[in-house]
């Protein structure tokens, strides 16, 4: 699974990196060297531009989400907590995550993601999970398979409130492989740029098509190096939650 990542990219950055052609600089979220379950992220993604109905052609947009999809039937939001992540081998049939599947796909910007490994202690015989930080080789953007959905908030009467609305997303994960697959069998799928047009397009719904651009993790080595413990609790940020320590 992935359970934490890293994006400290700026949104101007990721304008330039994923040709965005929408993006409002009100909507800004700060450098996070721990992205935890149900923070806002910054995701991209292709709708009909705001106003217009869907069926008009899509714009690249950068938005902030709320990680963890919450299905547009859900009663409340609590189920997105459950829904961070969602398996390549089944994403397309989950009622959770098929519509979103066909009709509305993102890409998650991130530096890299951490993972867990467990060790027991040959003295107390206790179990230590060390935390590993794991990234491209070459430190360039990480752009993660995502699906998003709406949630309408029954709460709010008129469905024209900004209130009405959350979007919530979620990263599709497959096997692990590389330096990834020595620390957790799974990891998050990312999408090389020559898929990205594909994956992003909302008028794309062939799912044989689809789940090929899912075949594989994107090219390219990783590496993994043991960061501090620090890690395990979201309320620490900072890019010292990246520096390699001493594995135990």
């Known amino acids: 699974m992935c359970g934490r990542y890293v994006s400290t990219r700026s949104p101007e950055d990721l304008v330039q990196l994923f040709q965005v052609a929408d993006w409002r600089a009100q909507e800004s979220l700060p450098p996070n060297w721990n992205v935890a379950p149900t923070d806002e992220v910054w995701a991209v993604l292709e709708r009909a531009a705001r106003g217009q109905d869907e069926t008009a052609s899509a714009e690249r947009q950068l938005r902030p989400l709320r990680w963890g999809l919450v299905p547009s039937w859900a009663k409340d939001v609590k189920a997105g907590a459950r829904m961070i992540n969602a398996r390549v081998e089944t994403v397309h049939e989950k009622p959770a995550f098929r519509r979103a599947f066909l009709r509305r796909r993102c890409l998650l910007p991130a530096d890299g993601f951490y993972e867990w490994q ?3 202690d040959p003295d107390t015989g206790r179990t230590r999970k060390q935390p590993y930080f794991i990234h491209p080789e070459d430190d360039q953007v990480m752009a993660l398979a995502g699906l998003y ?3 309408r908030d029954p709460a709010v009467e008129q469905d024209d409130d900004p ?3 959350l979007m919530t997303c979620t990263i599709i994960t497959t096997e692990a492989t ?3 697959g020595r620390v957790h069998p799974r990891m998050p799928l990312a999408l090389t740029p020559d898929h990205y047009d594909a994956w992003l397009d909302p008028h794309h719904r062939d799912p044989d098509e689809l789940r090929s ?3 594989r993790p994107a090219d390219g080595h990783l590496e993994t190096r043991p960061v501090t413990t620090a890690v ?3 309320r620490n940020n900072g890019p010292q939650l990246l520096d390699k ?3 135990v």
């Open 118 to 120: 467990a060790s027991q």
């Open 232 to 234: 395990n609790s979201v």
């Open 163 to 165: 209130a009405a609305w």
């Open 213 to 215: 651009l899912l075949g």
């Open 149 to 151: 959905e709406y949630w």
């Open 245 to 247: 320590v001493g594995q």
């Open 178 to 180: 590389d330096a990834a």
